[in-house]
Structure formats: structure tokens, C-alpha cells
């Protein structure tokens, strides 16, 4: 059973989050949460990434798109909500180590969970956060005080440095080394930065956004082709090791 705690907040031009109480205390930063959207809506439940877990509490952030991310965003009372809590593989929180965090978007939602735990870990954490334009960062400075370094870009420079997200992490790792990377946003995006990645011997972990019809691994609607064959995403992830994937069959 769970419930919603609170209406839903924006958090900045479009993207809205959301507490739900999942009677759950543990979850793994990376899994996500698959909901299903009120009575009326006639669609599959939709998957968000776990933004943050608190006791029983998880928040997500999701980005308003079309049908179904509108309902959830018009909810205007507390109380119960379908959900399915908390689903997938996610990411492998390191010990004492140097870790590079690149998002792009509502892709930034998991990685600042991730961030926490790290932290906690004792891991230096580097940050990347980029975003379409200013009016699209939310929680900058949430996501600024869990980094050792934090660096923001914008594709139109209206905050931050002016740039693409693999182009900035480019230059971030010509003067840094890190133990691990990890990345979460536009296929494209991620495809770019996988590919940069490949210069060097760091390993890199892609929390993919795949359409998770079911979230449990039945219906085979979020297979994605690796080096190792076809994983589903919602089960074999959505945290995978970005190496692996053939990304020309996920990103033309």
C-alpha cells in the first residue's frame, strides 16, 4: 500500500516532485518506482527514478511530457496511489573511492540519491549537472552540497558553462582521474559520454530511461542489446554497465 504525502511541487519549469510512502525503508539508488495514474488513465504504469528515500518515504522528480505525467501532476489531494516500489538493479555504491556523477535533465532525478550514498561511503564525489537552460535546473543547491566539486553546464549558457554534457565531461576528465563514472539522462547524451569513456580504462555505469511497460521483467518491452546479449532493462537494470551496451541499436 502506498500513499501520496503531499500534492505534487514544482521544482522548477515543468518538473514536479512527488513523496510517496511506500511502507519500504530500503531501496538502492537507481531502482525506480513504476506507477500507474489514477482510474482514468488507460495506460501502463509509468517508471521514475528514485530521487531520494527517507524512512518510509521515497520522492521522485519527473518531468511533465504528456498524458500520464500530466494526471500525476494534477493530483490534487493526498491518499493512496498504485504504486510499485522499489523495482530494478541499480547502481554499485563504492567505498573510499573518486567518482565522477554526469546528469542531463530529469536524468539528474537518481543520481542525486546516488550522490547521498556515495557521500556517506566516504567517496570523493564530482558532480556534472547539465541541463537545457536555466529555468530547467532543480534543486541546484541540494545537488551542490553533496559534491567535492560540482560543475554546471547549459546548452545555452544561461547557467554554468555554455556546452553539451559530454562536451564538458570531456574536459573534466583530460584534468581528472576517477575510479568510476556513473551517468543518467538522454540516451544521446549518455551514447556521447560512453563513447568518450572508451579512451579511458574507468569504468562507467548508464542508468538507462527506457519505457518499462511492466517493471518486472514479462512483457520484454525494455530489451536492450549488450555484448552479453539482451537484458531487460527493468530487471537486468536499469543500471548497466554503459561498455556493454550496443548503443547504434539504442541511438541512431
Known sequence: MAFLTDK???VCRDHYLLKIDID????????FANIKIGENDPLLRRPFSIFNH???IIDIVF????????LLRDINKTGYIDVIAPLGKGFTITENKKALLIGGGVGNAPLYYLAKMLRNNKNEVHYLYAAKAKEFIFKKKEFKSLADKFFLCTDDGSDGEKGLAGDVALEILQKEKYNIIYTCGPAIMMKNIVNIVQNFETPIEVSLENYFG??????????VETTDGMK?????GPVLDGKKILWDSLVQ
Do not use: D, F, H, M
Not at 25 to 31: A, E, I, M, T, V
Not at 63 to 70: A, C, L, M
Open 63 to 70: 518531468k511533465v511530457v504528456g498524458k500520464g505525467t500530466t
Open 8 to 10: 505534487p511541487q514544482e
Open 232 to 236: 531487460r532493462a527493468c530487471i537486468n
Open 214 to 223: 511492466c517493471g518486472i521483467g514479462l512483457c520484454y518491452g525494455c530489451t
Open 54 to 56: 527517507n524512512g518510509n
Open 24 to 31: 519500504q525503508k530500503n531501496s538502492s539508488p537507481g531502482q
